[in-house]
């Protein structure tokens, strides 16, 4: 545990649960994985970092396409992604904010305030 991570802390009756936002990230890129019309994740700065769904053993590269928010009572996830041309923008991005919003508090047992969802580009197939 030398890391320098981040943990989201669960308190609970016989001790803690800490879980690391690399966890909740990679669950955030799982989701929206399966989301009909996102091509991939980005960096917050634009650059393409993988193609979700052609290289899923690099999912957690992807999670540099995440930002977490763990200040207050609970979760604030940026994602930054790409689009399939063809789909609506404004429906791929609903879609997506209730994907990893829905698997984010299943798997964490954490409440998600938000999901911002930042498209920066879409992908021609």
Same mark, same amino acid.
Do not use: F, W
């Given at each position: 545990?030398?890391?320098?991570? =981040?943990?989201?802390?669960?308190?609970? =009756? #016989?001790?803690?649960?800490?879980?690391? =936002?690399?966890?909740?990230?990679?669950?955030?890129?799982?989701?929206?994985?399966?989301?009909? %019309?996102?091509?991939?994740?980005?960096?917050?700065? %634009?650059?393409?970092?993988?193609?979700?769904? #052609?290289?899923?053993?690099?999912?957690?590269?992807?999670? +540099?396409?995440? +930002?977490?928010?763990?200040?207050?009572?609970?979760?604030?996830?940026?994602?930054?992604?790409?689009?399939?041309?063809?789909?609506?923008?404004? =429906?791929?991005?609903? #879609?997506?904010? +209730?994907?990893?919003?829905?698997?984010?508090?299943?798997?964490?047992?954490?409440?998600?305030? +938000?999901?911002?969802?930042?498209? %920066? %580009?879409?992908?021609?197939?």
């Amino acid at each position: 545990m030398g890391e320098s991570r =981040e943990y989201m802390t669960l308190p609970e =009756e #016989n001790g803690s649960i800490n879980i690391s =936002e690399e966890v909740i990230a990679s669950i955030a890129v799982g989701a929206v994985r399966e989301v009909e %019309g996102v091509s991939g994740m980005m960096t917050a700065m %634009g650059n393409s970092v993988t193609d979700l769904m #052609n290289n899923r053993k690099n999912a957690q590269k992807s999670a +540099k396409g995440v +930002k977490i928010d763990a200040t207050g009572a609970a979760l604030t996830l940026d994602l930054y992604l790409t689009v399939e041309y063809g789909h609506p923008i404004p =429906e791929v991005a609903e #879609n997506a904010q +209730k994907a990893v919003m829905s698997s984010v508090e299943a798997m964490t047992g954490c409440a998600v305030e +938000k999901v911002n969802i930042h498209v %920066g %580009g879409v992908t021609l197939n």
